[in-house]
């Protein structure tokens, strides 16, 4: 088709090393892929003829990432460059690659063991002339993805390649190729076999990507997602009345896709009402209730997000804002009130505390929420913090030890005395000198009888 790119400059002189010793080097996969695109390319994976260990005999820094699968890093000019030699591979089994490979020296063979069409192109770094024996420039141009061969026996090979097609058709806005597609429940069983923190790797950067609503109805409609997130299946079909258009899962899909890009707020907004099935009742006069289901959605998320191995912190992270979601601000919230708001969330959370809120009412199927309805909690919340107020126990201007300089014995009645402190300084912010709440303290001694 005469398609050409541009290779840049110092990845040119890197295939020129292997030229010169005889060798064959081009880039591969996702480079090529989205240079055509016209999208920022990240990484420039090399593949080339020479062997690991030849590869390691042309530079001066190369670390052996994958060397048994033949894949080195190579340091250049300030890139490392994933250099792998071609190969044919063997069965994926739950690792991250193949559990064998076999070597070859053509490059057509390498890039047909490539998952889609459209990731098994190479580009020639000289000229610039594009490699796709596959179909690759076809399907780039009518925006498919299809699987390279016959999609059944290269899903079998591999059980995660169904949850990349969602992921590639998700961040590209492409469509799935129809055998492709039906190729997913027809391989299910080989999906479960994938270790889990493959599959989270996939399901994150489709949540990240521009168009994770739609990639979530597609997992939905491949099967898959009863595999991944069943208690996110379990939220199909029940309805919620109020102000809701949606049933759950129509809500918990379009609050994630309303959400920032960023992967904490949109795995908060995709499970934030996951515990409602289980705390849905009828009221007497026939409305529906969901109470408690803000920390029955908060276990079910943690349980969701350690089963994928998602990291310790950013579970917490999601936890916490899944648990603290229902806060209803309005303008009529009194500074004590955003005070006390803010001591139950921490600051840290307050502003993805509203972003949240607002996926959450663009989510009901209403149109986009008013972001005035939220937003200037987070500037309340700023006011309040450039006069010095409390927030926390740590905020307070007294601590532990000017209580026990005050004769309190130490144990549970000191966190206690601070506790009801900082509830008196969160209602008045004057209280919050050393001198008035040594008084406060005097006084609570009295009053709990303690000493
Ligand atoms: P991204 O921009 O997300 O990194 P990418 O296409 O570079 O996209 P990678 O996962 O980095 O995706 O893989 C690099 C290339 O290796 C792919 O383009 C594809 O050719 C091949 N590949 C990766 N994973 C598989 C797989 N599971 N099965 C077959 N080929 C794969
Ligand atoms: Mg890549």
Redesign the pocket.
């Known amino acids: 088709m005469g398609r050409r790119i541009d290779v840049p400059k110092d990845l040119r002189e890197f295939a020129r090393v292997f030229a010169k010793a005889g060798f064959s080097c081009y880039f ?4 090529v ?2 240079s055509l695109l016209g999208l920022p390319v ?2 420039w ?1 090399a593949a080339t003829d020479a062997k690991p260990e030849q590869v390691r005999s042309l530079f001066r820094s190369v670390i052996p990432t994958g060397i048994q699968h033949g894949t080195v890093t190579v340091r250049w000019q300030g890139r490392s460059i994933e250099t792998t030699t071609f190969r044919v ?1 063997g069965e ?1 089994k739950d690792g991250r690659r193949p559990e064998s490979v076999r070597f070859t020296s053509d490059l057509l063979e390498d ?1 047909s ?4 069409t459209i ?2 192109m190479a580009v020639d770094p000289d000229s610039g002339v594009i490699i796709a024996p596959d179909g690759g420039l076809r399907d780039l141009a009518d925006c498919v993805i299809r699987a390279i061969g016959d999609p059944v026996a ?1 899903f079998e ?2 059980g ?2 169904p949850l ?1 097609a969602i ?2 058709a998700s ?1 590209l806005g492409f469509s799935i190729d129809e055998a492709t597609f039906a190729a997913i429940p027809a391989t299910v069983e080989r999906f479960r076999k994938v270790s889990a923190e493959r599959v989270r790797e996939e399901l994150a ?1 489709i949540l990240a990507s521009a168009r994770a609503g739609e990639g979530l109805l597609r997992l939905d409609e491949s099967g898959l997602l009863p595999e991944i997130l069943p208690e996110l299946s379990r939220c199909k079909g029940v309805g919620q009345g109020g102000p809701h258009r949606y049933d759950v899962f129509r809500h918990l899909v379009a609050a994630c896709d309303a959400a920032p890009q960023r992967l904490t707020l949109r795995l908060a907004a995709l499970l934030h009402d996951i515990g409602k099935p289980a705390r849905r009742a009828e009221a007497d006069d026939g409305s529906l209730t969901f109470y408690g289901h803000d920390v029955e959605s908060a276990r079910l998320a943690e349980a969701a997000l350690r089963r994928l191995k998602f990291p310790n912190a950013l579970v917490d992270e999601v936890v916490h804002l899944v648990r603290h979601h229902m806060f209803d601000y309005s303008e009529h919230w009194t500074d004590a009130a955003v005070r006390r708001f803010v001591s139950r969330v921490g600051l840290e959370s307050v502003k993805p505390l509203a972003e949240l809120r607002l996926a959450d009412t663009s989510g009901m199927g209403n149109g986009p929420a008013d972001v005035r309805s939220v937003m200037p909690l987070i500037a309340r919340v700023e006011a309040l913090r450039a006069k010095d107020q409390a927030f926390s126990l740590k905020d307070l201007a007294i601590g532990g030890n000017d209580l026990a300089g005050i004769g309190w014995p130490k144990g549970p009645s000191m966190g206690r005395a601070l506790a009801e402190m900082l509830e008196a300084v969160l209602d008045d912010p004057d209280l919050n000198t050393r001198e008035r709440l040594l008084e406060i303290a005097e006084r609570i001694k009295v009053k709990h009888g303690v000493i």
């Open positions: 591969v996969g996702g480079a892929r989205d990240s990484d994976d591979d994926y890039l063991r490539r998952d889609f990731n098994g290269r090979e591999d995660l390649r990349r992921r590639f961040r950067k």
